[in-house]
Nanobody
Framework: QVKLTESGGGSVEVGGDLTLSCAAT??????????MAWFRQTLGQEREGVAS????????YYADDVKGRFTISHDRTENTLYLQMHNVKVEDTAVYTC?????????????????WGQGTQVTVSP
């Protein structure tokens, strides 16, 4: 079972930048194709997809409210997923969690992901 560990969360002011990391460890297949994604959730709200990609580099998706501000990327050698957050807003405050699923299907944000990290808190202050 793949294990995901997020890091990089913290406090940042409006307009600032932050980069989240998600390290994937455990059994893996060199020929496998995975969807990897970032989700976020605030207290009392449903979890929402932020960005996703396929590890073969052919697909990438973003939620409308982060397009142009966030960038998702994957380092194959380190097997680490990143989320670069630029020009953050107060409404970006949430617990950010990475997720992965091995699949040949579309790697969008409505895909069912079956392995999840523990999450990292991002707090944006005015």
């Amino acid at each position: 079972q793949v294990k995901l560990t997020e890091s990089g969360g913290g406090s940042v002011e409006v307009g600032g930048d932050l980069t989240l990391s998600c390290a994937a460890t455990g059994p893996s297949s060199a020929s496998g194709r995975y969807c990897m994604a970032w989700f976020r959730q605030t207290l009392g709200q449903e979890r929402e997809g932020v960005a996703s990609l396929s590890t073969d580099g052919r697909e990438m998706y973003y939620a409308d409210d982060v397009k142009g501000r966030f960038t998702i990327s994957h380092d194959r050698t380190e097997n680490t997923l990143y989320l670069q957050m630029h020009n953050v807003k107060v409404e970006d405050t949430a617990v950010y969690t990475c997720a992965v699923v091995r699949t040949l299907h579309v790697c969008d944000l409505i895909r069912r992901y079956n392995v999840w990290g523990q999450g990292t808190q991002v707090t944006v202050s005015p």
